[in-house]
Structure formats: C-alpha cells, structure tokens
C-alpha cells in the first residue's frame, strides 16, 4: 500500500516540476487525502524517531543544523527547506523515500510551524523536541503570543522522550514544568544576553538572567564577515566558525547541539558538524551577480528582522535593498514593521537603501521615519536586485532583506541571473 502512496506523491511532484513549481506542499496533500494513515506507518518505522523542532524564529536553520550534526552518524529524513506544515512533512518523506517503497533514514528531524506542529503530533508523537523562542509573530494569523506559547506547550506534552528547551525565555521554561519527557537546557552567557531579547525585553523591559543549567551554552560571539562563536558543550569549550552567518544562527547553533547531546554525541563531533552547515534557503544564502556578492536574508516579525539587521554590520554592505510583500504567507498585516528600529544599525553602514515589493512605498515611509534616506523605490523584484547591483562597484556586497513570498521570487531571479550560489 505505501508504494501507492509513493508513487502517487512522486508521480505529483514531476508533474508540479514540469509545471516549474516547486512541489513542497501539494504531493503531500494529495497522498494525505488518498492514504491518510501513511506518514504515520512511515515514522514508526524510523528506528531513532522523529526530532520536532519549533519556535517562532530559526526553525529551518536549525533543522538544517540538527540534520547536518546527526548526519554524521545516522540515516537522516529532513524538510530543511521550509516546507514545515504536516503535507510539506509528507512531501519530504515521498521525495527521500525510493520508488521501490523504501525510507532509508534511521531518524527524521522535522521543521513544524507552531500550529501544525499541533496537528502533527496527532499524527505521530515525537521522541524529542527542540524549543527555540515565542515571539509576537503575524498576529493576525496565529494570535497574541500566549496563544503561540499554549500551542507548543501541547506538542511538548505530547513528546515522549527528551524536550529541549532554550532556558533565556521565560515562556519556554514555564511550559516545561511538568512534562513527562525529560527536559535539557540550552541558553547564552550572561555577557551576551541582552543581544538576545525575549519579547518583553524588546518592548524595553529589564534583561532577566536564568538560574538554569545549560547543556549548552554560546560563551562569546564575534560578528564580522564570518560568524565566530565559542560554544560550551556538556563541560567542552568549542570554537566554531560558522558558514551560516548571524547572532541568530549562534543561538541557533546553541540549541542545535544540546539536542545533538540527547544521541550521545560528544562535543567534537557536535562542533564538526556545526562548521559543515550551509546557509538555509534564504537564510544568508550569497549569489554571484556580475562580480558582486548578493546575500539573502529572510524577515518575517520584530525580532528576526532586528537580529537580521545586524548582520549589517559585519557586512558593511554597498546597497542594502529591503523587500517586502503582504501576500498570505507573508501575513497580511505589515504594521509589525513599525516596531522594527532600523536607524541604529542601517544609519551608515547600509549604503545605497533601496525597498521594493508589493509594499515597498510602505517600507520607504516606514524608513523615513527613522530617518533613513531611500534612493530608489522599486516594486518589481527583479529590477530592483539588478539595479542595486548594477549601482555597485564589482567585488562589493549587496543585502537583500526580504519578507517569504519574496524571498522565493529573488531566489529564482538570482538563480536564473547568476547560476552561482556562493553558498
């Protein structure tokens, strides 16, 4: 019965690619629709079990993290590319799975929005979970953010084994009394807290310190064209250079390696395989544009956007374009932007500021509020990403920070213009 169901979703996703779309959602809804019970057949078969990892920001990073580390020693099943509803879950095990009926993964490590994450375990009961953070995020399609914490509060009942759970947001470690699974820790030092705002902070409340142990902890970060960090792992201190940049992603990196801890691998394994993690889709992936360096960088709420937005300043880009659309996926309401500040870290250091998308005027005004001089408004992404290159002096870097749906359309217009993914 399950090659059925592979065949079926194999059969739709070449259909979808000769179309010249991408395919992470429909193969999976459509075998969901015809064989229902097959993901759940699927998964239990797995013999390490599924790892969920959740959150509000660095979801796909992680994953990528936590599939690159245990890749090391197992079979790895992933979705590291965003497709991180139940069907994109589906679409992944079809595509990774052979056309003669078999999965050849020891483990799944599974991305999961907040919501469907809910759903998911409906389906299958995780072994292991990751918590990364609960932040105001489109409020108009998840709700205020107790709701969003309520709703990883009942994936966390609903996993068996081992939660981790980051012990610098409060919201995380209130959900975690209790549960049956056992819970770890990961978190940053002192010293660098404050780089690292939960939500109350970032509307200006104090920084409050963690008494928790950590498993892991991020001990210091440098921010330049590359991401140093130093991590203590179990009693090991690790220094890392990472490939995906940002201060987000060494939190991230953080996290990753105390749910690498849970399968008992040391701490030199852990780094290894941190330092060998490429850039997500559009999470800083560069391009090559005529001689220039163009680096996507994805923004959906406050918080990712600020921590984004440092990215900057190691950097030192010549053009900073920023992109925003408003379609479903993005969340509709863009007023978030609002709470987004833009003057201490784009004020010289951005270059020639660009915004484009269907709200780039919106973008433009937001930016004059802050002070910040935009020399060009362009809504077509294409032209806007070419331009912006085009304005620069070869050898130079161009930032690209742009809301999902235009992440996607960039991707395919550098991927076409430059055939050069730098990483």
């Given at each position: 019965?399950d090659?059925?169901?592979?065949?079926?979703?194999?059969?739709?996703?070449?259909?979808?690619?000769?179309?010249?779309?991408?395919?992470?959602?429909?193969?999976?809804?459509?075998?969901?629709?015809?064989?229902?019970?097959?993901?759940?057949?699927?998964?239990?078969?797995?013999p390490?079990?599924?790892?969920?990892?959740?959150?509000?920001?660095?979801?796909?990073?992680?994953?990528?993290?936590?599939?690159?580390?245990?890749g090391?020693?197992?079979?790895?099943?992933?979705?590291?590319?965003?497709?991180?509803?139940?069907?994109?879950?589906?679409?992944?095990?079809v595509q990774?799975?052979?056309?003669?009926?078999?999965?050849?993964?020891?483990?799944?490590?599974?991305?999961?929005?907040?919501?469907?994450?809910?759903?998911?375990?409906?389906?299958?009961?995780?072994?292991?979970?990751?918590l990364?953070?609960?932040?105001?995020?489109?409020?108009?399609?998840?709700?205020?953010?107790?709701?969003?914490?309520?709703?990883?509060?009942?994936?966390?009942?609903?996993?068996?084994?081992?939660?981790?759970?980051?012990?610098?947001?409060?919201?995380?470690?209130?959900?975690?009394?209790?549960?049956?699974?056992?819970?770890?820790?990961?978190?940053?030092?002192?010293?660098?807290?404050?780089?690292?705002?939960?939500?109350?902070?970032?509307?200006?409340?104090?920084?409050?310190?963690?008494?928790?142990?950590?498993?892991?902890?991020?001990?210091?970060?440098?921010?330049?064209?590359?991401?140093?960090?130093?991590?203590?792992?179990?009693d090991?201190?690790?220094?890392?250079?990472?490939?995906?940049?940002?201060a987000?992603?060494?939190q991230?990196?953080?996290?990753?390696?105390?749910?690498?801890?849970?399968?008992?691998?040391?701490?030199?394994?852990?780094?290894?395989g941190?330092?060998?993690?490429?850039p997500?889709?559009?999470?800083?992936?560069?391009?090559?544009?005529?001689?220039?360096?163009?680096?996507?960088?994805?923004?959906?709420?406050?918080?990712?956007?600020?921590?984004?937005?440092?990215?900057?300043?190691?950097?030192?880009?010549?053009?900073t374009?920023?992109?925003?659309?408003?379609?479903?996926?993005?969340?509709?309401?863009?007023?978030?932007?609002?709470?987004?500040?833009?003057?201490?870290?784009?004020?010289?250091?951005?270059?020639?500021?660009?915004?484009?998308?269907?709200?780039?005027?919106?973008?433009?005004?937001?930016?004059?509020?802050?002070?910040?001089?935009?020399?060009?408004?362009?809504?077509?992404?294409?032209?806007?990403?070419?331009?912006?290159?085009?304005?620069?002096?070869?050898?130079?870097?161009?930032?690209?920070?742009?809301?999902?749906?235009?992440?996607?359309?960039?991707?395919?217009?550098?991927?076409?213009?430059?055939?050069?993914?730098?990483?």
């Amino acid at each position: 019965m399950d090659i059925l169901a592979i065949w079926l979703g194999k059969l739709t996703l070449l259909a979808l690619r000769a179309l010249g779309r991408r395919g992470t959602a429909l193969p999976g809804l459509v075998v969901e629709k015809v064989f229902p019970r097959f993901l759940a057949r699927r998964l239990a078969t797995l013999p390490l079990g599924v790892v969920v990892i959740s959150g509000t920001n660095g979801k796909t990073t992680t994953t990528k993290m936590v599939a690159t580390v245990l890749g090391q020693r197992h079979r790895v099943l992933t979705n590291d590319t965003g497709g991180n509803f139940v069907r994109g879950v589906l679409t992944s095990v079809v595509q990774q799975s052979s056309w003669l009926g078999r999965t050849p993964a020891d483990v799944a490590v599974l991305e999961l929005d907040e919501a469907h994450a809910v759903r998911f375990c409906q389906v299958h009961q995780p072994e292991r979970l990751l918590l990364l953070n609960v932040l105001r995020d489109q409020l108009d399609r998840f709700g205020e953010i107790d709701t969003t914490a309520g709703l990883l509060a009942k994936v966390a009942a609903r996993t068996t084994r081992h939660v981790v759970v980051n012990r610098d947001d409060p919201r995380l470690v209130a959900l975690a009394a209790g549960l049956a699974a056992e819970v770890s820790y990961f978190g940053v030092a002192p010293a660098l807290r404050a780089q690292f705002p939960t939500d109350e902070e970032m509307y200006g409340g104090e920084v409050e310190l963690s008494e928790l142990k950590a498993a892991v902890e991020l001990l210091a970060l440098e921010l330049g064209v590359s991401t140093e960090l130093t991590l203590r792992i179990g009693d090991t201190e690790e220094a890392i250079t990472l490939q995906a940049e940002g201060a987000h992603n060494a939190q991230n990196a953080a996290g990753a390696a105390a749910l690498a801890l849970t399968f008992g691998l040391d701490a030199g394994a852990i780094a290894a395989g941190l330092r060998m993690v490429q850039p997500a889709f559009g999470r800083g992936q560069a391009f090559e544009l005529a001689g220039r360096r163009v680096v996507l960088q994805l923004v959906k709420n406050p918080a990712g956007f600020r921590q984004s937005l440092r990215t900057v300043t190691g950097l030192r880009p010549a053009a900073t374009v920023i992109a925003i659309n408003d379609d479903y996926a993005d969340g509709r309401d863009m007023s978030w932007l609002w709470d987004v500040e833009f003057a201490s870290v784009l004020t010289g250091n951005s270059g020639r500021l660009m915004t484009s998308g269907t709200r780039a005027a919106d973008m433009a005004v937001r930016l004059h509020y802050d002070g910040l001089a935009v020399e060009q408004v362009e809504v077509d992404l294409g032209r806007a990403v070419q331009q912006a290159a085009a304005a620069v002096a070869p050898g130079d870097t161009v930032v690209v920070f742009s809301t999902y749906t235009a992440m996607w359309q960039l991707h395919q217009v550098l991927a076409k213009l430059s055939g050069v993914a730098l990483r």
